[in-house]
């Protein structure tokens, strides 16, 4: 029995909850109030931006506010591959997370503390910063709880990814209920005055403390030595065959290059999918703030809360992809036909926002428009539904193929690699949502839908081949 093995036995024996090690749930809170802290901030960050200096917010132009949003949330998914390889070299995952945690929770303080451009820019820093360290790291432990060839990784990965998607369901409606309605001033006629921005900022580092403080007491108890020093080739016994071991300190095989060739190539592909996806925090937000009717039963719902439906169905939904996965129906299934289905239903989303176009209907140009009829409000929940779909369909399942594919020793870094296409998404993403107020939504919207379902059936007629590439893996 190898070294690692023997550590996952011993990380088993201290019991499991649903068939998997109680160290997935330690990672799953910490993450889910990792995703607190990030999402909550997120959900106000471009309302934050566009809001006029009386309303507490920043006066920033809506195109610029776009890319500001996708140049932030592209470098949150850049600096994980620095992150990841200096766990890999020098710190280990577990040194790396605390680091990074602590990093992002200063962030969250300068935002509520520095309530202008400067306290915007310092803030968003030390978050994609922190960022970097914490996020390649925490999913590269998932995986080392498992067996290679466990049928529960994707599995795991989904529980895990739960835990991603609460976090990111209970903050906007925490931080926009202090921003928008409990912090925030409002005239007789309930009309939002000024927003409590700065409060929703203090709620996501105070969730990212929480989420630090349990980490670092329960990891010792439950993840054993699991990232606490870097990546090193695994010895063996002196009664086994070394092979293994000299193997390990040579370079790598053709099997490991062509699985790492894999990674880059879905990399590659799913930046198209996240360029899409990531539209809920910039042009949707706009767009749902203006052209949605967003009054439920005489209550007007806050923009921000929005923030909180895609999450809400991944939560709802998690179990069920999580159990589909390990049937004998989901173990069928590769990766990149798994991925590609997430690719078309991201297009058939959006052809939701489409429709949603035809029911507004308004007077005027620019800032002399005024909006007559807004859209019905079942187009966007049945966007965030199949965008959902989708997302359960290509990121977790991305996540666990990750873990099998990459070799040990690179485990981490290329971790770090497959975030590189949220990087590359998020700008372009920016780029695309800046454009909305010049070419139109519905022309957006249209266009998005027919590019990303055609790739996606693209990915799906290249999927065999990447298969035989993966040499086993699924």
């Known amino acids: 029995m190898t070294k690692n093995e023997d550590l996952i036995d011993r990380i088993e024996s201290r019991g499991t909850i649903f068939g998997h090690p ?108 922190g960022n970097g360290m914490f996020k390649p790291n925490i999913s590269t432990m998932v995986g080392q709880m498992y067996r290679e060839g466990d049928d529960r990784r994707d599995s795991a990965f989904s529980i895990f990814y739960m835990g991603i998607n609460l976090g990111a369901f209970l903050a906007p409606l925490i931080a926009g209920t202090l921003a928008e309605d409990w912090f925030a001033v409002k005239d007789a006629t309930g009309a939002i005055v000024s927003y409590g921005f700065r409060y929703g900022f203090l709620a996501a580092a105070i969730g990212m403390a929480i989420g630090q403080v349990v980490f670092n007491l329960l990891a010792s108890k439950y993840l054993l030595e699991i990232g606490t020093a870097p990546a090193k080739p695994e010895k063996v016994n002196a009664n086994e065959d070394t092979s293994n071991q000299l193997n390990q300190n040579k370079g790598l095989s053709i ?99 489409l429709m949603a176009t035809y029911g507004v209907q308004t007077q005027g140009v620019g800032d002399h428009e005024i909006v007559t009829k807004k859209a019905a409000l079942i187009w966007l929940v049945m966007t965030y539904f199949f965008h959902t779909v989708g997302e359960l369909c290509l990121s977790p399942v991305g996540l666990s193929v990750v873990t099998k594919l990459a070799p040990v020793k690179l485990a981490s870094m290329l971790m770090g690699v497959w975030m590189l296409s949220s990087f590359a998404a998020n700008i372009i993403g920016g780029f695309v949502a800046a454009y909305v107020e010049k070419l139109g939504p519905a022309t957006i919207f249209v266009s998005i839908a027919i590019f990303v379902i055609a790739l996606g059936i693209f990915m799906l007629l290249l999927s065999h081949r990447l298969s035989k590439m993966m040499h086993g893996v699924k």
């Open 255 to 353: 099997e490991e290059k062509q699985r790492i060739t894999v990674i880059f190539i879905l990399t590659f592909l799913v930046i198209f999918f996240w360029a899409g996806f990531e539209q809920a925090g910039s042009s949707m937000t706009i767009y749902t703030d203006k052209y949605i009717n967003r009054n439920f039963f005489g209550w007007e719902i806050p923009t921000t809360y929005f923030q909180s439906v895609n999450p809400l169905f991944i939560v709802a939904l998690g179990p069920i992809f999580a159990w589909f996965w390990t049937s004998k129906y989901g173990k069928k299934l590769t990766t990149p036909v798994k991925m590609s289905l997430g690719m078309i239903l991201l297009g058939i989303g959006f052809l939701f926002m």
């Open 22 to 129: 109680k160290g997935l749930y330690l990672l799953f809170f910490t993450e889910m109030w990792e995703r607190f802290s990030y999402y909550g901030m997120r959900g106000l960050l471009t309302l934050y931006m566009i809001k006029l200096w009386s309303q507490n917010g920043l006066n920033i132009a809506e195109d610029t506010a776009s890319l500001i949003y996708g140049f932030f949330t592209g470098f949150v998914y850049f600096t994980p591959i620095i992150g990841g390889w200096i766990a890999d070299r020098y710190i280990g995952q577990r040194r790396a997370i605390t680091i990074g945690g602590i990093t992002m929770f200063l962030g969250q303080l300068v935002l509520f503390a520095m309530p202008s451009h400067f306290g915007l820019g310092f803030g968003l820093v030390l978050l994609i910063l």
